[in-house]
């Protein structure tokens, strides 16, 4: 099985001038606001480190729950937060971290077997997978 989503961003100005928009093909964005000022000064708008944030606590929180059933498991409740880290490095800026906290409610499960199949699903969800993966680029300058 092979699922291809997309997402789509567009910037016009300057770094700090500039504004951009995020959109997903599902529409839950659509021409989103981001820019310098909600990436870097806390202002309103989504920056790319929350968006990321997100997909990582939502992957992680499936993949655990597909682990669980294969566990014989159920949870009643998960809860999964991700705190994305972006640095300055030599060189630029680097997304160097992302943090899962989760809590749960798994009748039947002991701390033990908790910890096994949730750092199973820390390694093995896809994007856990994609923060390690090779990343292309097919860049075209358009009239």
């Known amino acids: 099985m092979k699922i291809v989503r997309t ?3 567009a910037w016009s100005g300057g770094i700090k001038d ?11 964005l659509q021409a989103y606001p981001y820019g310098f000022s909600s ?6 708008g989504s920056n790319p480190e929350e968006l990321i ?4 606590s939502a992957c992680f929180t499936m993949a655990l729950s597909l682990v669980l ?6 949870a009643d409740q998960m809860d999964t937060s991700a705190k994305v880290t972006l640095e300055q490095v030599e060189g ?4 160097t971290a992302s943090h899962l906290t989760l809590k749960a409610r798994i009748p039947g499960a002991d701390q033990e077997t908790f910890e096994k199949l949730a750092a199973g699903a820390k390694a093995n969800c896809p994007v856990s997978k994609l ?5 292309t680029l097919d860049a075209a300058l358009v009239d």
């Open 7 to 9: 997402g789509s961003a």
């Open 69 to 74: 059933g294969e566990a014989g498991l159920r």
């Open 53 to 56: 944030a997100a997909a990582h």
């Open 131 to 135: 923060l390690n993966a090779e990343i």
């Open 39 to 44: 990436r870097f000064e806390g202002q309103p």
């Open 18 to 28: 500039g504004k951009g928009s995020i959109s997903t093909e599902s529409g839950a």
């Open 92 to 95: 630029g800026y680097a997304i």
